[in-house]
């Protein structure tokens, strides 16, 4: 019924009219990055470096327990110690409420965006050294893996079998895009990842 349809390539769909996307399509662009560069630039302490956490929101998969999110703050704040960073935390607009307090009680000195704020979000991007974003949000690990910066994964654990989620992760992987939040922490490059641009080409090219 469709002369091109776009699919995930974690999807494993295949087919003379599909056109396949490393990860999630999104709307993001490096110049909105840029551009919202200072929007928190008064609000971050200058003299740390910043990690940001991406948070998104439960689903049928994974279960946002103030247990499982305190596990991941608790990793993060080695790090914080270990290397004198500032933590920025960002929800999505399926984070619950309880969840953003739980994050308020752990430390009084992060920097936590309450509620959804695009202008956050992108300075949050371009201002952070270090980027962590939780398993459940395959579109906001492909946002961030537009920055070309290092892209750690906080895992919860799975409620049911998470194989989609796997199989982009292991793509991923593959990219050198992320790695599971551990017990070290990394620079790392590669190819900052634009996919929206490189398919819309890619269809005009088809168009035309």
């Given at each position: 019924?469709?002369?091109?349809?776009?699919?995930?390539?974690?999807?494993?769909?295949?087919?003379?009219n599909?056109?396949?996307?490393?990860?999630?399509?999104?709307?993001?662009t490096?110049?909105?990055?840029?551009?919202?560069h200072?929007?928190?630039?008064?609000?971050?302490?200058?003299?740390?470096q910043?990690?940001?956490?991406?948070?998104g929101?439960?689903?049928?998969?994974?279960?946002?327990?103030?247990?499982?999110?305190k596990?991941?703050?608790?990793?993060?704040?080695?790090?914080?110690?270990?290397?004198?960073?500032?933590?920025i935390?960002?929800?999505?607009?399926?984070?619950?409420?309880?969840?953003?307090?739980?994050?308020?009680?752990?430390?009084?000195?992060?920097?936590?965006?309450?509620?959804?704020d695009k202008?956050?979000?992108?300075?949050?991007l371009?201002l952070s050294?270090?980027?962590v974003?939780t398993?459940d949000?395959?579109?906001?690990?492909?946002?961030?893996?537009l920055?070309?910066?290092?892209?750690?994964?906080?895992?919860?654990?799975?409620?049911k079998?998470d194989y989609?989620f796997?199989?982009?992760?292991?793509l991923?992987?593959?990219?050198?895009i992320?790695?599971?939040l551990?017990?070290?922490?990394?620079?790392?490059?590669y190819?900052?990842?634009?996919?929206?641009?490189r398919?819309?080409?890619?269809?005009?090219?088809?168009l035309?």
């Amino acid at each position: 019924n469709f002369d091109y349809v776009i699919v995930p390539e974690h999807d494993r769909l295949s087919g003379q009219n599909i056109i396949k996307s490393k990860g999630a399509l999104h709307y993001l662009t490096l110049k909105e990055i840029e551009k919202n560069h200072n929007y928190l630039g008064d609000k971050i302490n200058k003299d740390k470096q910043q990690i940001l956490l991406i948070l998104g929101g439960p689903n049928k998969y994974y279960n946002y327990s103030e247990e499982n999110i305190k596990n991941i703050l608790y990793r993060i704040n080695d790090y914080i110690d270990k290397y004198n960073l500032q933590l920025i935390v960002i929800p999505s607009n399926r984070t619950p409420k309880k969840i953003i307090n739980t994050i308020k009680n752990i430390r009084s000195n992060y920097l936590i965006v309450d509620k959804v704020d695009k202008q956050a979000y992108l300075s949050s991007l371009s201002l952070s050294k270090y980027i962590v974003v939780t398993c459940d949000s395959t579109s906001m690990i492909s946002e961030a893996a537009l920055t070309g910066k290092p892209i750690y994964v906080a895992m919860i654990p799975a409620t049911k079998n998470d194989y989609r989620f796997k199989k982009f992760r292991d793509l991923f992987k593959e990219l050198n895009i992320i790695r599971e939040l551990g017990d070290s922490l990394e620079i790392w490059d590669y190819e900052k990842l634009d996919e929206t641009n490189r398919i819309a080409q890619e269809i005009k090219k088809k168009l035309s």
